[in-house]
């Protein structure tokens, strides 16, 4: 099995860190606490640079739901455009209609704008009202993959729904397992859904650098990604190959 591991990275020194550290793809993401928001032109760019790994940025214009208004989907394709034309190697996108349904319509817009782009559809996915027929929509649309934690919080919670989401898709997308993914867990990830593509921040956030600190109000903690915890995730994947696992 070719495995591969994406890590999110929510500022260039993070990318550094990913390639670095063994992953082979680079989610890219501003804004950790709302879930990940599409990063800067500025980030992007320097990102690009920084890195030789695939670098697929986030398309998602605000924190909260994934029902977009019109003038949010123009940024969307101005963002895609911007991506395309940065080199970068693909974009995660997912958009859904107030039903929970897949907005097929306007996805099928950014991957045709992101071609010949890669595109993930991200864990708007667990916002779906019946996942199985999602799972449909996404491959008639040209997704790639699809970021899920099975509909539960957590990967590990889903892990039973993430098997039966990739056996009926039957190897005409990859379906890959995230959130809540580390080295203590992955193994027993791999081994119950047969994915091949995994997903984790991997993050640890460390205390600032600033020699002064206003007591009075909390210190603000910096997001990173976790170099050990990477390689570890890399090594326990390729342990369970040479194994045949």
Same mark, same amino acid.
């Given at each position: @099995? +070719?495995? =591969?591991l994406e890590v999110i990275a929510f500022n260039p020194d993070c990318c550094i860190n990913i390639q670095e550290a063994g992953a082979q793809r680079i989610e890219l993401c501003s $804004? /950790?606490?709302e879930g990940g928001t599409t990063p800067s032109h500025g980030m992007i760019s320097v990102a690009r640079k920084n890195v030789s790994i695939h670098l697929f940025p986030i398309i998602r214009p605000r924190g909260g739901d994934f029902l977009y208004n019109a003038t949010e989907f123009k *940024?969307? @394709? =101005? +963002? *895609?455009e911007f991506c395309l034309h940065t080199g970068c190697d693909g974009v995660v996108i997912g958009m859904l209609n107030a039903d929970g349904t897949v +907005? =097929?319509? !306007?996805c099928k817009s950014l991957i045709e704008i992101?071609? /010949?782009?890669?595109v993930t559809f991200h864990r708007a996915f667990d916002r779906t009202s019946d996942p199985f027929q999602a799972l449909e929509d996404i491959i008639d649309i040209g997704c790639e993959r699809i970021l899920t934690s099975g509909l539960q919080p957590t990967a590990i919670e889903g892990i039973h729904d993430i098997e039966k989401i990739i056996k009926q898709a039957d190897e005409r997308i990859i379906i890959m397992p995230g959130s809540g993914i580390r080295s203590e867990n992955i193994v027993q990830i791999a081994e119950t859904t047969k994915a091949i593509e995994f997903h984790t921040s991997a993050r640890k956030f460390a205390a600032g650098k600033m020699e002064y600190v206003n007591k009075n109000l909390k210190e603000e903690l910096t997001v990173n990604a +976790? *170099?050990?915890?990477? !390689? $570890?995730? *890399? $090594?326990?994947?390729t342990q369970v190959n040479e194994t045949g696992g």
């Open positions: @099995m +070719d495995f =591969k $804004n /950790p606490a *940024v969307m @394709m =101005k +963002d *895609v +907005d =097929k319509k !306007r992101a071609y /010949p782009m890669s +976790d *170099v050990q915890e990477i !390689r $570890n995730m *890399v $090594n326990l994947l």
